[in-house]
């Protein structure tokens, strides 16, 4: 599916590859959005892919991209968690001679983001290590701006369990705010409408938010100390930062199709005419800025 906005840009795609929040969870239930875990292309004529988050859907993209050694991306990671990079060794592209694949992450509270990585992409959790993947794979830490090509990179550290990074990317005039783990700074006091000042950063004004929005807020009350946010508080950072779209994102793995479809009208009657749109990302959807 392809959704296409008419002069927000210059054939910038945006692509959704996993939707899910922790962990994949593929049946018939979600089969219209999906169960593999976050993964977000950005893509522009003559730059090299922008890859959000290497959840399960990582190996879908990678099913698109050459095999042959010629591939260049770039990733940025939200944070460590499994269902956020436990697609990197299945990624096809890398595993020839010449592919290059460079991960960029939040520095991490005891020792660096490749050490992190290496930690548990080995033997006994994993059977090979990155240094038997035959592309290269380079990790760079990351907090502050980034240039890739004519993309500019704002990265700003956002509320959730452990060093978490979200992301804004501005390519060829149309901007793109990804926060996919998000949790109110407040939780102690209810969720409030308290959002915190990095979060609004990243997202002021943007085309396009990719949110949390996994859960209803009578699960939140229950889940309240586990990093993510509810459906109405989504609506609430993109109303607060002036975001023209949002994409409703990491939905719960216990929710079926149905259930995604009552918390998109929710989000639509509660963002009323404070956002313009409002949609549910779903695998395979493409938004396209032309």
């Avoid at 639509?268 to 749109?277: D, F, P, Q, Y």
Wanted: glycine share 12%.
């Amino acid at each position: 599916m392809e959704r296409r906005i008419v002069g927000g840009g210059a054939g910038v795609r945006v692509t959704f590859w996993g939707v899910r929040g922790s962990t994949p969870c593929a049946s018939d239930h979600n089969r219209r959005y999906g169960g593999n875990t976050s993964c977000v292309v950005v893509e522009s004529a003559g730059q090299v892919p922008i890859i959000l988050d290497l959840g399960t859907g990582l190996r879908r993209f990678g099913e698109t991209q050459p095999h042959d050694g010629s591939f260049r991306g770039t990733a940025l990671v939200s944070h460590l968690h499994w269902d956020h990079v436990q697609g990197l060794p299945f990624f096809t592209p890398v595993l020839k001679p010449g592919a290059q694949l460079n991960v960029y992450g939040p520095a991490q509270e005891h020792g660096t983001l490749d050490e992190a990585v290496r930690s548990f992409l080995a033997p006994p959790y994993f059977p090979v290590t990155i240094d038997d993947l035959p592309g290269e794979i380079r990790f760079h830490e990351l907090e502050g701006e980034l240039e890739i090509g004519s993309a500019r990179v704002l990265a700003r550290q956002v509320p959730h369990i452990g060093i978490t990074n979200g992301y804004r990317i501005e390519c060829d005039g149309v901007s793109v705010a990804y926060v996919s783990d998000h949790q109110s700074p407040d939780v102690g006091d209810g969720e409030g409408d308290t959002i915190d000042e990095a979060v609004l950063e990243l997202c002021e004004g943007v085309d396009l938010l990719i949110h949390d929005a996994q859960y209803w807020p009578k699960e939140w009350d229950q889940k309240r100390t586990w990093g993510h946010c509810s459906v109405d508080y989504a609506v609430g950072v993109a109303a607060k930062s002036g975001a023209k779209r949002l994409a409703l994102f990491h939905h719960d793995p216990s929710h079926a199709d149905g259930e995604v479809d009552a918390i998109l009208s929710r989000a639509r009657k509660h963002a009323g005419s404070r956002v313009s749109e409002v949609i549910a990302a779903h695998e395979d959807l493409t938004i396209s800025f032309d």
